[in-house]
């Protein structure tokens, strides 16, 4: 039979909401960790990023932050805008520059 | 400023032909990544390179995948045969690859490759 693809976790706003995006990741060892947004028919585009002996970073409108104990990610957007919607992933490092994706979370802005 | 560049943007093949999809880095970038993104298995890493020389290939699915980086400012990434299951969109990325981690990546547009 044919196998299921992935189904992207989707997150609905209204504009002006604030967003919380989560991601699980799974190795204890990773020691940096990046958001990466993705627009229909791009590439993925660099947010922000945090290594592993902060719990916080903020950026413009923008927040990680990072809960190492359960291996835990979100991606906090202010004040959040139609321009946001799109796909959010994170990404650890697990070693030398190699980056291992999460499945996706979708954002969808209502004006 | 130029970002990573891919050609082609879209390619349409026939099953058994061979494919070559092409990357140029940002300028001054040691280190370059092939990657793959479906719907069934997401955004994979495929092969990358640091100083023009493969550090991890471990994520090519099979010998009809190959990859070369014949300077620091081109890569290629080759299918032959290719097979409807390597339709996907194909993705290079680099980064400044002088530290050993914690560096940004940077994506290109992406090759859409379709597998008939």
């Known amino acids: 039979g044919e196998s299921v693809g992935l189904h992207l976790p989707t997150l609905s706003v209204q504009e002006g909401d604030n967003s919380i995006i989560n991601c699980a990741y799974s190795n204890s060892a990773s020691d940096y960790f990046i958001w990466y947004k993705q627009e229909s028919g791009k590439g993925p585009q660099f947010i922000i990023d945090i290594r592993s002996n902060m719990d916080k970073r903020q950026g413009q409108r923008v927040t990680v932050l990072l809960n190492k104990t359960v291996k835990h990610l979100s991606l906090q957007i202010a004040a959040t805008q139609p321009g946001d919607s799109a796909v959010y992933f994170c990404?650890?490092?697990?070693?030398?520059?190699?980056?291992?994706f999460g499945t996706g979370t979708r954002l969808l802005v209502s004006p | 400023d130029a970002g990573v560049i891919q050609s082609p943007r879209h390619e349409v093949t026939e099953m058994g032909q061979e494919v070559t999809l092409r990357c140029k880095p940002i300028s001054g970038h040691n280190s370059l990544f092939w990657y793959r993104q479906t719907m069934m298995r997401g955004l994979e890493l495929l092969i990358y390179?640091?100083?023009?020389?493969?550090?991890?290939d471990s994520g090519m699915p099979e010998d009809r995948f190959s990859a070369k980086m014949p300077n620091a400012s081109f890569s290629t990434l080759k299918i032959q045969p290719s097979e409807p299951r390597d339709s996907a969109v194909y993705f290079c990325a680099s980064s400044f690859g002088r530290a050993a981690y914690q560096e940004t990546q940077y994506f290109g547009p992406g090759t859409r490759l379709l597998v008939l």
């Open positions: 990404a650890e490092n697990r070693g030398f520059q190699k980056l291992v």
């Open positions: 390179f640091n100083n023009n020389v493969p550090i991890d």
